[in-house]
């Protein structure tokens, strides 16, 4: 890519206008803002920043200013004022007519809109402001137009039409807003008149300042004698820039510590090293508008642990290198690091400071925009109290060092061309992805006329990116594998006077092989037949934070159209970029959920699970030589949690290491981390199969935790990717199969007066007769036929006797359904029937809406946030009792002919060591325990109490054949301030 020879934008200053008096000329006397009592006047027009142009009159209530704009002649509102006392809705909005227009008669482009406020009669509004319509809106106006305030009103336009104090106009058909045309003649009308002076701001839009710092914590304002939240040096250098008259807009993805600043945004990241930001930087880069200047100040902490590090200045050279290669038209302003105590002042001085001057020169050499400031000699070690982060007289001494840097290196405006800096082919075949360097006009990126396809490919659309830097074309079908060259043409930048790109700019680019489970030749026919996507998910390099409000992005999410019973999952993993790139790895295996919402990546909203169950008749291929293939393997299993997860090694999974790889323990479906990891955990080779972590956490840039096989491997400490941050990329697709159906064996014999129906059935399954007399028809608009739907199984064969039916030819049919379950109880609109049986003196179990908190978190809602459950201690703090000994028991459930039975259910509990919640099956009179301890839970997590479905635990022995009722007994030994049990979505079903 070819280096940029100067730098683009223009210095000139921001004025925001406030009518005193009229004044005509070039010179001409403003308050700042909108308060004439603060006294603040600044002098436009004469100096090195005003430039004379056609004038342009703004109208105001009062007097008209004369008031040369910029040579772009573009304007921004700011707000609209209001000194009123008239009673109504009032809507402030801002109109330009053609210059030289008559009053009369003139067509108005309203421009921008604000909020409605009610006026209450009698009632005066002071200096009130009202924000006008989008994010201080630019717009652009011809030499000698006129710029109107007014405001809407009971549907009319309301519009101060000219000096003095005169009464307004009005626009009788007011109702055409939003940048349309209003029409109509204007006619004088008294009844709108305000006797006080309305009063509006519009700002010059020069070309904005974009500030992007760049560091530690002294970049986030670490504070010692310097106040938390002025942002440490961010604050009084925005004041040094405001005050010598730039527009200032400093960006980033971080907030911290900036709560007293009116712009808040940085990427000063405490303790980090140059490594970090060099790991993130790209990603925040394109989450952010394009910075003009980025402030660097890095390295303290390279040197925190006060041995040398000679190797420093090279991660600080590679650092600015990137930087430079990602936005070339961004100044990189990079400094040395400040005194610091012993012995970390005499490394930073031998091993870094000595080198960054010429560092930045080589790259200045290079004709990157790049430039030195010597942050060591502008802040004493007298001003770090702590020999490490200045105090607020430091942080001013900064300031004043980063302004003079800035204001030092403003340079002309943009004379350079974009420039393409990536194209991309893709999976799809039909669209090319075209990275540039700079933002574009959109109208000229979104041209189809100015790009050509080589070997007869067409261009059908363009859309350009919201960062304005990414054209995406939609293209005719291209040849997996062929090099085509695209030739770019005609498109321009944003800069004041555009320009457009070298004519005939060609790339190459080449469809790229598509990704997944069906094209791969390596795995047989056999696994995917049957089989279709239900999910597919781009994995990036850093944590994307999927949690609360922000859902998994699926490219493809069938999970409400595929159709239920299908038989097997499968996961198909493939890294597409980092040191793996090209290794897949492919795991199928028996159902073990069949509700297709959870079989995805854990979310605490949008699918909270939490898992660690081993899964059957697993299939395992990979061609990363060092997973160990095979079929019908037996010891593979599910690691899923939304939340944090522990090293502990888990009871139901052997062969753990005490670190986190195969056997970890989960916290279950809170937000937190995240883990989505399938492993092998057999004796004699235990291997993580593909792990991805920290995709849930709140820290969002953070270095990727995925791969596949056992990271350490490749120098990983643990061997499930966690905490390995190897900033891989991936890809994610969830294939399930539906069974090939057998057709039931159906027979139909006449026995007199009755056909008898005799086919072949299973436990767990109801059945429906369908009838109709039209063969051709489809079978699912068949009708039940005289009620015969439902029918319990009777395994092996059915028999079914009807009435002959009197047509002439009717066909019948025989439907498997899945049988509904014996017992159900979600609790959502009552108690289902449960009581409480109170055998001690403590606390009893509770119906209701929870709130309660304890030591190991707390249980707002039901489970999933169902409104309603069972707790003992609904209420906050809900805290139970010592000596508690209380049973939750279910209503009667009738197991009478039934010859086995399961019972899930959804548990949170937050309970003291020793303390158990047991699962009993009683008699239905008599209460006497049938079957005790079918199951048994303890707090295995301490510090968590999320919701959790404990699925299917067997009921058999002598509770079946009988009416029974579920009891959960709930004990403890002391005294608490624990929690408890909360319990709901109880379910018994026949396996």
């Known amino acids: 890519m070819k280096p940029e020879a100067s730098r683009a ?132 106006v011809n030499a000698g137009d006129q710029i109107a305030v007014g405001w809407l009103q009971d549907g009319n336009i309301v519009y101060l039409k000219e000096p003095g104090p005169g009464t307004p106009d009005y626009i009788s058909n007011g109702n055409a807003l939003n940048g349309t045309s209003v029409g109509g003649n204007l006619t004088m009308d008294s009844n709108w008149a305000f006797d006080r002076d309305m009063r509006f701001n519009i700002g010059v839009d020069y070309a904005r300042l974009r500030i992007l710092p760049l560091g530690d914590s002294i970049t986030d304002g670490s504070a010692f004698d310097s106040p938390d939240g002025t942002g440490g040096y961010r604050g009084p250098l925005y004041d040094l820039l405001v005050a010598a008259g730039y527009e200032v807009d400093y960006v980033g993805t971080s907030t911290v510590n900036s709560e007293q600043l009116v712009e808040k945004e940085h990427e000063g990241h405490s ?34 642990d006060g041995v040398s590090d000679p190797a420093a200045i090279t991660r600080l050279d590679n650092l600015i290198t990137k930087i430079v290669g990602l936005r070339p038209k961004a100044h990189i302003i990079v400094t040395n690091l400040m005194e610091r ?5 005499t490394h930073i001085q031998n091993d870094f400071n000595r080198f960054v001057h010429g560092v930045v020169n080589a ?12 942050m060591r000699a502008a802040v004493p070690l007298s001003d770090m109290p702590d020999h490490l982060h200045p105090d607020q007289d430091g942080y001013d001494k900064m300031a004043a060092a980063w302004f003079g840097a800035i204001d030092a290196v403003i340079i002309p405006p943009d004379l350079t061309p974009p420039l393409i800096v990536e194209v991309l082919g893709s999976r799809s075949a039909d669209e090319i992805i075209i990275t540039f360097d700079e933002p574009l006009d959109q109208a000229s990126a979104e041209d189809v006329g100015n790009y050509a396809v080589s070997d007869g490919v067409t261009v059908l659309s363009a859309v350009l990116s919201a960062n304005l830097r990414t054209v995406t074309l939609t293209t005719s079908p291209q040849a997996l594998g062929v090099a085509y060259t695209l030739t770019v043409n005609g498109v321009q930048d944003l800069a004041p006077t555009p ?41 990036p390099a850093a944590n994307p934070s999927y949690r609360d409000g922000t859902p998994v992005p699926y490219t493809v999410d069938k999970s409400a159209s595929v159709p239920l019973g299908y038989a097997r999952i499968g996961y198909y993993v493939e890294v597409t970029g980092g040191t793996q790139a090209g290794d897949w790895v492919y795991i199928s295996m028996d159902v073990f959920d069949p509700d297709p919402s959870r079989l995805g990546l854990p979310h605490n909203v949008n699918n909270p699970v939490a898992r660690q169950d081993i899964v059957t008749n697993a299939n395992i291929y990979s061609n990363n030589a060092s997973i160990v293939t095979g079929t019908g393997l037996a010891m593979v299993n599910l690691e899923m949690w939304s939340t944090n997860y522990g090293e502990s090694d888990s009871v139901a999974i052997p062969n753990g290491t005490g670190r986190f790889d195969w056997s970890d323990t989960g916290f279950g479906i809170g937000t937190g ?63 399930v199969g539906t069974p090939s159906l057998q ?69 019948f049919a025989v439907a498997e359904k899945d049988a509904p379950p014996l017992f159900f109880a979600d609790f959502k609109d009552g108690s289902g029937g449960f009581t409480n049986v109170n055998h001690g003196t403590g606390s009893s179990w509770e119906f209701g809406d929870p709130d309660s908190t304890g030591p190991g978190g707390t249980v707002s809602t039901g489970n999933g946030g169902s409104p309603n459950c069972w707790g003992t201690n609904i209420a906050r703090p809900g805290y139970y009792l010592a000596n508690t000994d209380a ?93 408890g049990a909360y319990i709901d979505d109880v379910s018994v079903t026949v396996p």
């Open 271 to 304: 303790g980090w090293t140059i490594s970090q930001i060099d790991a993130n930087v790209a990603g925040w880069l394109n989450a952010i508008a394009d910075p003009d200047f980025i402030l660097l100040h890095i390295g303290t902490n390279d040197f925190r």
């Open 673 to 735: 981390h995240g883990s989505f990891q399938i492993h092998n955990h057999d004796a004699a080779n235990p291997q993580t199969l593909f792990g991805w972590s920290d995709w849930g956490g709140n820290s969002p840039g953070v270095s990727s935790e995925f791969g596949i096989g056992n990271a350490t491997l490749l120098g990983n400490p643990n061997e499930d990717w966690t905490f390995s941050d190897d900033g891989q990329e991936g890809f994610l697709q969830i294939v």
């Open 363 to 374: 790259h200045v050499m290079a004709g990157h925009l790049v430039s030195f400031l010597d």
């Open 743 to 811: 057709p039931l064996r159906l027979t139909i014999a006449g026995n007199g007066a009755n056909l008898d129906f005799t086919w072949e059935s299973q436990a767990g399954k109801v059945y429906d007769l369908l009838s109709a007399t039209d063969l051709s028809t489809a079978l699912a608009t068949w009708a039940v036929w005289n009620g015969n739907q439902d029918i319990a199984a009777t395994p092996d064969t059915n028999l079914l006797s009807i009435s002959r039916p009197a047509d002439a030819l009717r066909f």
């Open 341 to 345: 105590g012993e012995p970390q002042n």
């Open 499 to 539: 320009n457009t790109i070298a004519t005939d700019t060609p790339a190459q680019f080449s469809a790229l092989p598509p990704l997944g489970l069906f094209p791969n030749a390596a795995i047989p026919d056999s696994e995917k037949s049957g089989m279709q996507s239900l999910y597919e998910l781009d994995i």
């Open 9 to 140: 934008i223009t210095a000139t200053a921001t004025v925001l206008l406030f009518f005193a008096s009229a004044r005509q000329g070039h010179t001409a006397d403003f308050y700042i803002g909108d308060a004439a009592a603060e006294g603040r006047v600044v002098t436009t027009g004469g100096g090195t920043r005003a430039d004379t142009v056609p004038l342009l009159t703004y109208v105001l209530h009062g007097g008209t200013a004369i008031y040369p704009p910029p040579n772009d002649q573009r304007l921004r509102l700011t707000e609209v004022n209001f000194f009123a006392e008239s009673a109504g809705t009032l809507t402030p909005f801002v109109a330009r007519y053609d210059r030289g227009g008559t009053q009369q008669g003139t067509s108005y482009e309203i421009l921008s809109i604000g909020d409605p406020l009610a006026v209450k009669g009698g009632n005066v509004l002071v200096n009130r402001a009202f924000t006008v319509g989008g994010v201080n809106p630019v717009i652009s």
């Open 887 to 979: 049973s939750l028991r279910s209503p009667v459930i009738d197991l009478t002919g039934v010859s086995g039975a399961t019972l899930s259910f959804a548990r949170a509990i937050d309970m003291d060591s020793g303390h158990t919640l047991v699962v009993n099956i009683i008699d239905d009179t008599t209460d006497t325990v049938i079957e005790s301890a079918i199951h048994t839970s303890t707090d295995a997590y301490p510090t968590t109490a999320n919701w959790e479905t404990i699925n299917s635990i067997a009921i058999a022995g002598a509770a079946l054949g009988q009416p029974v009722r579920i009891e959960w007994r709930f004990t403890n030994n002391g005294g608490t301030d624990y929690m």
